[in-house]
Structure formats: C-alpha cells, structure tokens
C-alpha cells in the first residue's frame, strides 16, 4: 500500500499528516507556521518530514495563494506572500523531501474534498468557504472544479464588501476576508474588550488582547454577554453580505462554510441563514450548511489533486 504525506499550510499552523491512498490518516500532527522567509518554511517542512522519511512515496500540499498546480508554481501565498511569490514552491519542497510534490489552492483542496465525500458530494453546482486566519475558498460548477476563466483559480476571500474598509494581508482595504475570516471575529473583540474592560470577553481574556481569539468571542456570546453579543451580530451580518452576493451571482445549490468558526453550530448558521435569506434576490436560495470534513478537508483535496496530477 503506498502512503503519501500530506501538508496544509494555513496562516497560524501547518497541519500534516502520513495517509494512504484514500487520504485516510495514519498519523500526523501540527507546527506553526513560519512567517519570515521561504528558508524557515522549508526548514518546519523538513522538520516534521525527517522522522516519516521512508514511509511516502509523494507528497500533496495545500496552501493559500494564486497556485499553477501544473507546473508547481505559486504565484502569490496569502498570508505567505511577503516571501511566496512567484516561487518554484513544489520543486523546492521537492529538493528537500526527495519525492514527487504537487501544490494546490486551499480553497480548491477543500472543494474538492467536500465534492468527493463531503457536503457537496452529489452537487453539479455549489462552492465551499473556509473561514480561518484567512478565507479559502472553492466553486464547482457543472460538476468540475472551476479554476477561472483565465486559470488563475478564484479568490472568494478578496471579493470586495466594504468600499474602503478594512486593510486586508492582500494590500486592498475592504475586502471580504477583512471581515468574514475568523481573525477578523477575533480583532473585533480585541477592539471590543478594550472599549469595554467590564465584558465577559475581558474577563476571559485576563484584560490581555491578544487572548481574545475567535472561539472566546463565540463563547462568551453564547453567555449572553452583550459586548461579545455585538461583536458577534456584526460578524454574522458581514458574512452574510458576502453570502447573499455569491448566491446572487452564481446561484449554487450548496454553499459549505468550514473552518473553526463552524464549532459554534447553529448559533452561527440558524442567524446566518435568516440574514443571508434577507438580502437575497431569490428567497429559495440553496443550501446553506457546515462542510463536513473538518479540519482535513484541505489534505484530503490535496490528495485527490496529487493522484490526478500522476
């Protein structure tokens, strides 16, 4: 049985796991991501590989960014764009790990997945969204993947929502990652705790900022504190904004929204909904529903592109 090893490269951590060919994980685990330079990432990448070394025959790597999946070039990186441009990535990778390395966009991974086994399986047209550090995101349309007309793949999470708002890591001011990733959730109720030191999110926070993070504003609004509460509303209406335009203009079946922010349930998706179903043109929209493969999805696609790409 041949055995892959299998990376997802998101903006606070690298996940990764030695899985066999059905992308079904042996094991694995996680470092943080390095942010400095291209030396560093290859180094936590060549970490974490050594002990596995012997045991996989390829490897498959999702990521954010612009990404030439043929010939193993990243054009941009998301949040790895002060050093991931227009890099030879997958043959870097390569040098150091010694087997076949395919590159591909998390967003893309993540569809693909969900498209295979997940909540889109069976779907000819829907489109997932994973709110992380980021957003990644990923459309099928006629039952393939689409890549852009222009193969450049699609970036969801830099559609604009808010005309001069928020910087964004992309360099623009306003777009939808600026408010719909779960760092934004989580710099809001930063901002919030500091307006307001008597919060429930201060308290939990011990009066520091950087302990806000997105799941202690989940949860302290699920208390019933209204400072998180506000936060919170905020962020689903934002998030609405972005999905009510993507079923304006595509008019998906499905859209699946991963990522950690997905852990609070139905208090995000019951309210989501009703607000999205608000600002939509057609009333009898599709679905709108958690995707399904959790933390994995990105590996998982990741595999399947790998095996298409041999």
């Known amino acids: ?38 030396d560093d990432l290859l180094a936590a990448i060549e970490g974490f590989a050594a002990p596995l070394q012997g045991q996989f025959v390829g490897c498959a790597i999702s990521m954010p960014g612009r990404i030439d999946t043929r010939n193993g070039i990243a054009h941009t990186g998301g949040m790895l764009s002060a050093f991931m441009w227009e890099q030879p990535f997958a043959a870097q990778v390569e040098a150091r790990l010694g087997v076949p390395v395919t590159i591909a966009n998390d967003g893309k991974c993540a569809a693909a997945a969900e498209g295979w086994t997940g909540a889109l399986a069976g779907v000819e047209n829907g489109l997932v969204l994973v709110l992380g550090t980021g957003i990644g995101g990923g459309i099928i349309l006629n039952g393939k993947m689409f890549n852009g007309g222009m193969n450049h793949g699609v970036e969801l999470g830099h559609a604009y929502l808010v005309d001069g708002g928020e910087p964004c890591t992309c360099g623009n001011h306003g777009c939808m990652e600026a408010y719909c990733a779960a760092s934004a959730l989580a710099r809001d109720g930063q901002r919030a705790m500091k307006k307001h030191p008597e919060s429930l999110i201060a308290a939990r926070a011990g009066g520091s900022p950087e302990n806000v993070d997105a799941k202690l504003v989940i949860d302290c609004a699920k208390e019933g504190d209204e400072t998180a509460k506000a936060v919170f509303d905020q962020y689903i209406d934002s998030l609405s904004s972005a999905c009510a335009s993507i079923y304006n203009l595509l008019d998906p079946e499905v859209i699946a929204i991963g990522g950690g922010v997905c852990g609070a349930g139905e208090f995000l998706f019951a309210p989501l909904r009703e607000k999205t179903t608000g600002k939509c043109f057609y009333k009898t929209h599709g679905k709108l529903v958690p995707a399904e493969l959790g933390n994995d999805a990105g590996m998982i696609g990741a595999a399947m592109l790998h095996k298409d790409a041999q």
């Not at 694995?28 to 291209?38: H, R």
């Open 1 to 38: 049985m041949k055995q892959y090893l299998l990376i997802d490269i998101g903006g606070t951590f690298i996940k990764y796991s030695l899985a066999d060919e059905q992308a079904r994980k042996i094991s694995g685990g996680k470092v943080p991501t390095p942010l400095t330079n291209m």
